[in-house]
């Protein structure tokens, strides 16, 4: 079992930076590949970013290629998702998953799911 609560989310203006946070409870936080996903008013939960076991490999929505970075520190069982020249378009609830092993884009592949934190950007 995995428990996952992410902060760091907030109001923000566009062109602005923020980093998320997700805290994992267990000690086989390195045995997962973590995934952040986001949620906008009255549409579907979307990929956003995810990395590998170790940390070495990462994907990414095209959405937030080249503005948004995912890292982990697995000694803080932490993972991480800086967001930088944020945009309107990017205001959604966001949420970090854990599943075994692999990485995956597909929110159904993932076992474990924060609350979420809410990142709103004004224009």
């Known amino acids: 079992q995995v428990q996952l609560v992410e902060s760091g989310g907030g109001l923000v203006q566009a062109g602005d930076s923020l980093r998320l946070s997700c805290a994992a409870s267990g000690r086989t936080f390195s045995s997962y590949a973590m995934g952040w996903f986001r949620q906008a008013p009255g549409k579907e939960r979307e990929f956003v970013a995810t990395i590998s076991m170790s940390g070495d490999r990462t994907s990414y929505a095209d959405s937030v290629k080249g503005r948004f970075t995912i890292s982990r520190e697995n000694a803080k069982n932490t993972v991480y998702l800086q967001l930088n020249s944020l945009k309107p378009e990017d205001t959604a609830l966001y949420f970090c998953?854990?599943?075994?092993?692999?990485?995956?884009?597909?929110?159904?592949?993932?076992?474990?799911w924060g609350q979420g934190t809410q990142v709103t950007v004004s224009s």
């Open positions: 998953a854990a599943r075994p092993l692999f990485r995956s884009s597909r929110v159904r592949e993932y076992d474990y």
